[in-house]
């Protein structure tokens, strides 16, 4: 038994490891050494004449494993010239030395499934490419379920698989034993096969990419490390080395363990939000009876553990309950020397191991390896440019799943880096969904603690990170947790889910989890009948809000330039608009409000506030008469809902607030209690009647007792956003991050009406949506009503769904809810015709109409209604007229 992996027996740093080569598999490695030496000439810091340094480049790489020379191949296969790579020790010494070797798409959305399937082709390709044995083997893997919650889930990922056009089955485990001859299948289910998963090795696949990006000219230097990277007016302007500095546009923060520390040394300091645990896999001497190459990978997530061929023995490693992490201070890859064995922490996913496959109990251990792998705050890489600094781009945080993803990741980011925006919607990856909130020491210790074992945790809708809380809060937090309220948390702000009445088991509640209906099904339910009959009122403080404001015109045409709306409205007036990318896709969605004639408030979904932020001030002239400032602490917002909204804030104002005297999408300044500059709002992100009030936060209590108080008796109650959710999908309203991002243009989701065609002002995307009118649309924003579905037996959607039409696969679901109007579950989503001979098919009104949709939930298919407008409305038509017709028969009685 050896004490680390480090030991005498593990292939020296000189010759770079290839500890999960499999040489019978991949045939004889003698051209290794030759091809390795190729790129090791490029320079090391301890040759005895280490070649120079460039003086300049046109982008700098930091970090030489699989991440980084990714980036450089797909930079490089895109044309770009002066690129240089740094490696602090020797090319993919560290994490990607220690990689289980693992390719798998069996990964939670679908971005990420298809950054590791473009992996899994490429690592195919890159032995013909570069004459480079990578020791990839098609072995397929088995993800195993022990509960039918588990088998649900994976069934959800099938479906949603088959829609990326990934192969995948769901079997019997009858048919596991065929597929594993090691599993023991008595306590099965069921499972999942995804026949494409393969096996590589990773240092090898490492150094593939690294002779393809030199042998079109990436320069590659180890033994150099990063000291800081030099800024100047917001701008990447060179990288200071111990050997030297070197000029650039770009730099890219590939570092891996350390790009928290390497961001923290800039000259302009750079969050990236990660943290380090120790990460445990077995090897095992060859088996009695050796364990073919091509056996299938087993994901065992229900007992924590992953076991694939190796050697003839098994590689077997898993994500524990109580993960150990550790501090990367400092930038030295001598760190990963030194992790030490730990059997006593490795006992339970031994044990775990030994249920699954029992004939493994009499098979000699080879050694215990000690990985350390990185971790994000929600379990999804950190991919993109910062937000505080022009041209650096970070790809790192790859939650234990670096290979996998690094092909599609480093794809992805070239191209971000070459076009302005990748070929795919990588917003749950963009690292500015992070702020500098996250970037505390100790918020990412405790969170990783959980982000790690949940990699393998079976998570329903609607879950929720328990560390890492309460970190922003409302000034209304207490006074609302005492009333009964439920919290979720988004960007790092505490929301209430719903409101827990009096008398209710508040620890059942919260730890009931399922697919099926679910337990707050009826307290959600009171709360939007409350907002439609009565009132309301939702905590919404959490919302982004900006002020803009200039001494002249400069705010009016700058927002007129980011906006797809007419900003030129008189002043109080509220508009909706979309801030358009060039190709006419949303990168936000908000309300703009004109306070007065050069000043105007923003007001952004909560998870925006950094990529709004970052969005505006690149497109700022550098005018020191425009002045953006994020104003989101400075308020409190309540929203309003319901009939008898305007009553409690007419008898608290003193003003009537009826439609005639406050029109629909008008702000007004007022006072309300004692409280003045209240900044009131006839909207309510739901398309019920009421008001959003902006309340200065040392108000904001005085206003909400006031409320409270008043509304009594018109049966005022406290609502959350499960109920917001409800309203705002069943009257067919899209919100950004959920049914919009950067791909979906105002045209695709029936917002034309938005859009100032008819005015003479240019704006980004305007050329885009031009030619799209002309052309017409070839994907569409639809609502669906599932009919024949059994609120209380059947599956409930959530979001993800394939949508059918006439049998055929034509769209997706983006978000779904129950409606308690229609009493039925309504879903959103887009839908396209299917190509005609390579040519997407422009969207009929017909073909919305006419089809047969059915909405797929985990392999069950439900028949549904297909809409281009709110199914509420036609309801509230019909009975308008039932009215009518009742009372013409009442007064001619």
């Not at 992996?119 to 044995?133: C, D, F, M």
């Not at 990839?136 to 994976?154: E, K, Y």
């Not at 030490?340 to 922490?345: A, G, N, V």
């Not at 925006?421 to 990588?426: I, Q, R």
Request: charged share 20%.
């Amino acid at each position: 038994m050896h004490s680390c992996v480090w030991s005498s027996r593990a292939l020296s740093p000189a010759l770079l490891p290839r500890l999960f080569s499999d040489t019978r598999c991949c045939g004889p490695r003698l051209d290794r050494l030759v091809l390795w030496g190729s790129v090791r000439l490029l320079a090391t810091a301890q040759d005895s004449h280490p070649t120079p340094l460039p003086s300049q480049a046109r982008v700098v790489i930091c970090g030489g494993g699989i991440v980084g020379t990714s980036v450089a191949y797909h930079l490089a296969k895109l044309g770009w010239t002066e690129i240089v790579l740094l490696e602090q020790g020797r090319l993919g010494a560290g994490t990607t030395r220690l990689s289980a070797g693992i390719v798998s798409v069996a990964k939670p959305i679908a971005i990420e499934s298809q950054m590791a399937d473009y992996s899994n082709a490429l690592y195919e390709r890159l032995e013909e490419e570069t004459g480079v044995k990578t020791g990839f083997v098609r072995t397929g893997s088995l993800c195993l379920a022990q509960n039918q919650d588990r088998f649900i889930s994976l069934k959800r990922l099938a479906s949603r698989l088959k829609v990326l056009g990934i192969a995948c089955d769901v079997v019997k485990p009858k048919d596991v034993a065929k597929l594993h001859p090691l599993v023991n299948i008595h306590d099965l289910v069921g499972a999942l096969h995804l026949p494409r998963d393969a096996v590589v090795s990773a240092p090898d696949v490492n150094h593939a990419l690294a002779m393809a990006a030199v042998g079109h000219g990436v320069q590659i230097y180890e033994r150099t490390s990063v000291n800081h990277v030099l800024v100047e007016k917001g701008h990447v302007t060179g990288v200071e080395t111990e050997r030297g500095t070197i000029e650039c546009e770009y730099f890219v923060n590939c570092a891996g363990q350390w790009a928290y520390e390497l961001g923290q040394s800039s000259e302009v300091k750079v969050s990236v939000p990660l943290h380090g645990c120790e990460h445990f896999y077995l090897l095992t001497k060859p088996l009695q009876e050796p364990l073919p190459p091509n056996t299938p990978v087993v994901m065992d997530m229900d007992g924590r553990i992953y076991v694939r061929a190796w050697q003839g023995g098994v590689l077997s490693g898993g994500f524990e309950k109580n993960p150990k992490p550790i501090f990367t201070e400092g930038r030295n890859q001598l760190e990963i020397q030194n992790m030490q064995e730990d059997w006593d922490h490795f006992e339970p996913m031994l044990s775990a191991l030994l249920r699954r496959m029992p004939s493994l109990e009499s098979c000699e251990i080879h050694q215990l390896v000690n990985c350390p792998e990185s971790f994000t705050p929600d379990m999804r890489c950190l991919m993109g440019e910062t937000p505080g600094v022009h041209g650096y781009f970070v790809l790192a945080g790859m939650n234990s799943s670096g290979l996998s993803f690094a092909g599609g990741a480093g794809k992805y980011l070239a191209e971000w880096m070459t076009y302005g925006y990748p070929s795919a919607n990588v917003w749950p990856l963009d690292i500015k969904r992070f702020g500098n909130l996250q970037s505390s020491r100790t918020f990412l210790r405790h969170r990783v603690m959980e982000v790690m074992p949940l990699l393998y945790e079976l998570k329903v809708p609607r879950w929720d990170f328990q560390t890492g809380r309460q970190l922003r809060t409302s000034p209304l937090y207490d006074r609302l947790d005492t009333q009964g309220a439920r919290w979720m948390e988004k960007h790092g702000f505490e929301r209430a889910k719903y409101f827990v009445p009096a008398g209710k088991d508040l620890l059942a509640l919260d730890q009931s989890k399922t697919f099926y209906k679910p337990d707050w099904f009826d307290i959600v339910g009171a709360e939007v009948k409350c907002c439609k009959e009565a009132v309301c009122v939702i905590d919404m403080s959490s919302f982004t809000k900006f002020e803009l404001t200039s001494s002249g015109d400069q705010a009016l045409e700058l927002l007129q330039r980011l906006c797809a709306n007419d900003l030129d409205v008189p002043v109080g007036h509220i508009v909706h608009t979309g801030m358009l990318n060039e190709r006419g896709g949303y990168e936000n969605d908000c309300s703009v409000v004109r306070l007065s004639k050069n000043s105007f408030f923003i007001i952004s979904p909560t998870d925006q506030q950094v990529h709004c932020w970052s969005w505006i001030k690149r497109h700022m002239p550098s005018d020191t008469q425009l002045h953006l400032e994020d104003v989101s602490w400075k308020f409190t917002a309540l929203n309003l809902i319901g009939p008898r909204a305007m009553d409690v804030l007419s008898e608290l104002s003193y003003v009537s607030m009826t439609p005639e005297h406050f029109p629909s999408l008008f702000c007004k300044e007022m006072s309300v209690g004692y409280a003045n500059g209240i900044r009131v709002m006839s909207m309510t992100h739901t398309g019920e009647p009421g008001f959003m009030l902006y309340i200065p936060i040392e108000y904001a209590l005085h206003v909400y007792n006031e409320v409270m108080a008043v509304g009594q008796k018109y049966g005022i109650r406290n609502a959350g956003y499960y109920a917001l959710r409800s309203l705002r999908i069943e009257k067919f309203f899209a919100f950004w991050g959920q049914d919009l991002e950067s791909f979906t243009t105002p045209l695709e989701c029936g917002r034309e009406f938005r859009v100032k065609f008819d005015k003479h002002t240019d704006f980004l995307g305007r050329a885009a949506l031009l030619q799209q009118r002309q052309e017409g649309v070839t994907r569409r924003f639809i609502m669906l009503v599932l009919e024949d579905h059994d609120t209380e037996l059947d599956l409930w959607p959530w979001w993800g769904e394939p949508i059918y039409r006439n049998r055929e696969l034509v769209g997706v679901t983006t978000s779904s809810a129950y409606s308690y109007t229609l009493e039925r579950h309504v879903c959103l989503g887009f839908v396209s015709p299917p190509s005609l001979d390579g040519t997407p098919a422009v969207v009929t009104p017909d073909f919305i109409n006419r089809g047969d949709y059915e909405v797929d939930i985990a392999g069950q298919r439900y028949p549904a209604k297909a809409k281009l407008y709110p199914f509420s409305s036609l309801f509230a038509q019909q009975r308008r007229r039932k009215d009518d017709m009742e009372l013409s028969n009442f007064q001619g009685k």
